[in-house]
């Protein structure tokens, strides 16, 4: 298995390097506006690198209305003298961030006072992603920990890994939940800095009721020129399916150029698992820490839900990613908005609670006296006594998943791997 992935991994990585040089010297091309000079076709390979950036960001890139034209912005005359070719691409891709302006806050969408972007990130394609590192030293509490307290049942997860690494305890613990017929769920967040987006959708459709069944759960929103199907600089790009296959559509190779990204191709539905059918209230416990798939899984209970926030103001992060090869480096650029079934996905700046919290550095997670958790009690007015240890129920599992955190100072990206191809969109039927 890991011959095979190793064999597929090195296949992409030559495939898509030539793909960049391809792009670098015929593919980055479009009709010129009147006004408007296009990248040379002669130049270094640090400079078709720099120019190709710029010309990807100009169609894919999230906020691609705001970026200048490029004889405007000028990628080779800005960057191709700073040293090390990394830092260069590292300079334009921050700079390339800030010209969106949330009207809301006056800072441009990706400010942050670090000198890299909030959401967007380059990779080389040697290295393991960086935003999810995992770090001996960052350990928090780890274990998922469940707590039956009356008609509340307290989940605490630390992160959401890969499904089908967790799928088997989710569906344990959610039959015993079941049994319990909780009409309040509170999903403990606070250190959950987000991960795999099937993993947190599956974590909805155990606690949603089947009313929800078809019903929108939440939408990815890419720019115009994506969605009108106008990116043509994504034919350089071979797609790729969930398992990392080629594909063939026509008797050609399929590109990315080939994706649905119109709304209706990219809407998810909620499709219940499990038995648990009485929740009415969700809380969740938030901090600055909680992140990505975590505050989608937030936003997406919010149209159907009475749930709340206790604690912190989240981190602020409604965008994911999909990569792009450029030569060396994998380029992820803010590529859509997470939108819940009411539209809503204004939470750049964080989702603030409903009721703020002052938590505490090492807290005794899933306690009733933890001060999180007991001022969710206090709203439901179930205020209660702590439990002993033996009325606790604790689900730990002995793999690293749970045994370590993510990096402490980072996010976990939201990257999307199930982008379908235009001929494979399928709509449910919508009760």
Known sequence: MNTTINNIFQTTTRHCLTIAIV?????????????????????????????SLYLYAQEIYLWNDALPSYSAFAPREKYAHIATEINAVNNELFDLSQFKINEKTKLPYE???????????????????????????????????????????????PSFPQLNTLRNDLDNIFIDIAKQKPSTMVIDLRYNRGGYIETAEYLANLIASSKLNGKIMYVESFNSTLSAGKAKILKHQPYLDINGNYVKINGRQATMADIDFSEKGNTYYFDKKGQLESVENIYFITSGLTASASELLISLFKPYYNAKLFGQKTFGKPVGFFPIEIDKYSIYLSSFLLKNAAGWFDYFDGME?????????????????????????????????????????????????????????????????????TLDIKTPNIQ
Do not use: M
């Not at 091309?29 to 400079?47: A, F, M, W």
């Not at 972007?117 to 928090?140: C, D, F, H, R």
């Open 111 to 157: 400010y942050r006072e670090l000198l890299n972007p909030k959401y967007s990130y380059i990779e080389t394609n040697y290295k393991q992603n960086a935003k999810a590192t995992l770090s001996a030293s960052a350990v928090q509490n780890s274990g998922i920990i469940v707590n039956h307290i009356d008609n509340v049942t307290y989940l605490y997860l």
């Open 23 to 51: 792009i670098l010297f015929f593919g980055c091309k479009k009709e010129p506006k009147e006004d408007e000079i296009t990248s040379p076709i002669t130049g270094s390979r640090t400079e078709f690198t720099l120019d």
């Open 353 to 421: 609670p409903n009721i703020a919290v002052d938590l505490s550095i090492s807290p005794n997670l899933g306690d009733p006296e933890e001060v999180g958790l007991k001022n969710i009690l206090q709203d439901l007015e179930r205020n209660k006594t702590s439990l002993s240890a033996t009325n606790r129920k604790k689900y730990t599992r002995g793999s690293q998943h749970y045994n370590k955190t993510w990096n402490s100072d980072k996010e976990i990206p939201l990257i999307e791997k199930r982008l379908k191809l």
